[in-house]
């Protein structure tokens, strides 16, 4: 056994800055991140989907003595919608909230990333929560009412992407331009907003006027309206006027969220 | 780097309203240095931990990271810094092996690099035997130390010029603390700076170059260990533990004292080792008398010069004698 020994660690450190690293590298690395976070609670978003899919189609639909089948097929295409809804602008907040008051969020914003790759990895994940929830709801319709969808593909897949993304980034700029209690407050009265006074699973004409001018610049109708055109592609159409309103909300939710986290207090 | 600094900080400040919570504040760290921030909590060293890392705008001053102005470009600096936050780092969902790997590619490691540099740092810490068991969002899994070992090691893991800790061992068990403060120690030797965040002097005095003492937002300590110690060979400390419900303001000191510093029931004085056996028979009297529980003679330490300096003895700041030495 020696009784000396000598280490001659070479300087490892490198001076000056670290390079960059390449944007994708970052997106993966902090994508595998955001899927362990929100991969530890993903079973109880889909049981909470799956029971909200069947309160929204099946409870609903008791409330409707004798329904006709234009009825249910309104009723059940707007399910969807209001599903998506959900995750976006409740469980999303709640999760950002929650950030907010342990520290997460804190810390994130410290990594040595760009900060809009934090919140394009969080969208990613959360458009993988919510987009099952359109298959949920449209498996729990068959089961209850049988009739048949005419699916058209394109507009259901464009349709749903970007009523997720929409809804997550409007939930997130309400998580991280509020204090977290008053965001979880929001997001509450929303989803009872978008559940009873939104024209997403009744027809928009059994709101007074005034209401329905209020909802076509609210992007909970244009929503449910596009989704319902790639859901029942021979009774309902899509329009340009809702496309164009739910960008803007997806737009003005982004610009919101990544100024937050970019902010400087 | 422009002047051989992984950190200069210069007369910065940051106003909350009205509070100052960082005024003028002065700090520099050069490679290879572990420089300690202590202060009591709300002396603002979360504050100017926040502003190198670009999460607070400072009101005024300047920060250099590795030469990176961190005002003007804090993505570019955020680069330049690793920082184990106070809070405990997110992981759940993610083992220790898969959270520290993460950390490693963050910063531009290869896959193998970063699989292996978490291998290395689990064997540093002897973390290994929770090395692959699963954080669970209800707090299960891993147990609060473990939890921030595994936040230390994804801030040490990769190389970068300054590593920023923040009070890095909370709950964490003796063996391990003397492990973690090796790694830290291994850092400055490799040739990072090391910001160490703590408000226990004890535990800090083992492991910095330098120290710098936040009090209400202003730095009034820094030095070297030694230098702050303000004492020499000559010098001891002697400690009084006062009665709970007497408090004695002990005035009557027999020997000349270059500090006191009262915390507590404490009464640490600092004395010229020519005059030890004086104080210790009055120490001695003392305690026959029942004016004191117990007293200890023993090497001048940092806690008591960090006690002085952030006034926090009650009648520390009335005493003249101790503001000189410190």
Redesign the interface.
Same mark, same amino acid.
């Given at each position: 056994m020696s009784e000396l020994t000598v280490s001659t660690s070479p300087v490892r450190v490198p001076t000056g800055v670290p390079p960059r690293i390449g944007h994708w590298t970052t997106y993966r690395t902090l994508l595998r991140w955001a899927t362990a976070q929100v991969g530890a609670m993903l079973p109880l978003v889909i049981v909470v989907q799956a029971l909200l899919a069947a309160g929204i189609i099946v409870g609903f639909g008791l409330l409707i003595p004798d329904i006709d089948t234009p009825t249910a097929q309104f009723l059940a295409t707007g399910a969807p919608t209001v599903l998506l809804m959900v995750v976006g602008l409740v469980i999303v907040p709640q999760g950002v909230a929650q950030a907010r008051t342990s520290g997460t969020y804190t810390y994130l914003r410290m990594l040595p990333v760009p900060r809009p790759l934090l919140l394009l990895a969080d969208l990613t994940v959360w458009l993988l929560v919510a987009l099952p929830s359109i298959a949920v709801a449209v498996i729990v319709a068959q089961l209850r009412y049988g009739f048949g969808y005419t699916f058209d593909w394109p507009l259901l897949v464009a349709a749903a992407v970007l009523i997720a993304v929409m809804a997550t980034s409007v939930g997130y700029a309400i998580a991280v331009s509020l204090p977290p209690l008053l965001a979880q407050l929001v997001s509450q009265v929303l989803v009872f907003f978008v559940m009873l006074f939104s024209p997403v699973t009744f027809p928009a004409a059994q709101l007074p006027t005034w209401f329905q001018s209020v909802h076509d610049v609210l992007p909970f109708r244009p929503a449910a309206d596009l989704l319902r055109a790639g859901l029942l592609t021979d009774a309902y159409s899509a329009s340009w006027r809702d496309l164009v309103v739910l960008l803007v909300w997806c737009v003005v939710g982004l610009a919101v969220s990544i100024r937050a986290l970019m902010r400087r207090g | 780097?422009v002047n051989g600094a992984v950190l200069e900080v210069e007369n910065l400040t940051r106003r909350f309203g009205s509070v100052i919570a960082n005024d003028q504040v002065g700090l520099r760290i050069r $490679?290879?240095e572990v420089v300690g921030l202590l202060g009591h909590n709300g002396a603002g060293k979360t504050t100017l931990v926040s502003q190198v890392? +670009? #999460?607070? =705008?400072p009101d005024g001053g300047s920060i250099q990271v590795?030469?990176?102005d961190a005002i003007a470009d804090?993505?570019?600096a =955020? !680069?330049?810094?690793? #920082?184990q936050?106070q809070?405990?780092? $997110?992981i759940? @969902? #993610?083992t220790p092996r +898969?959270a520290i790997e993460?950390a490693g !590619? #963050? =910063? @531009?490691m290869s896959r193998a690099d970063a699989r292996r540099a978490a291998e290395k740092i689990a064997d540093e810490l002897d973390i290994h035997e929770w090395f692959d068991r699963r954080a !669970? $969002?209800d707090g299960g899994g891993l147990s609060g130390g473990v939890r921030r070992l595994t936040a230390f090691a994804m801030a040490a893991v990769a190389?970068? $010029?300054l590593v920023i800790l923040d009070e890095p061992t909370n709950d964490v068990d003796a063996a391990r603390r003397r492990r973690l403060w090796d790694v830290v120690r =291994?850092l400055g /030797? /490799? @040739?990072?700076g090391v910001l160490l965040v703590t408000h226990n002097v004890v535990e800090a005095e083992r492991v910095v170059d330098e120290l710098v003492v936040l009090d209400h937002g202003t730095v009034v300590a820094a030095g070297s260990p030694s230098q702050l110690r303000g004492a020499n060979d000559h010098h001891l400390r002697l400690e009084l533990a006062l009665h709970p419900h007497h408090p004695d303001p002990l005035t009557d000191i027999p020997v000349p004292v270059t500090r006191r510093v009262r915390a507590s029931r404490r009464v640490l004085l600092t004395i010229d080792a020519r005059h030890a056996e004086a104080a210790v028979a009055w120490a001695t009297t003392l305690a026959s008398e029942g004016r004191i529980e117990g007293y200890a003679l023993g090497p001048v330490t940092l806690e008591d010069a960090y006690l002085a300096a952030t006034g926090d003895a009650a009648d520390a700041a009335t005493t003249p004698e101790e503001t000189a030495h410190v």
């Open positions: - | 780097m $490679p290879g890392v +670009g #999460l607070l =705008r590795a030469g990176v804090p993505a570019t =955020r !680069r330049c810094v690793a #920082l936050a809070s405990q780092a $997110p759940d @969902g #993610l +898969g993460i !590619r #963050l =910063r @531009g !669970r $969002p190389p970068v $010029p =291994r /030797d /490799d @040739g990072a």
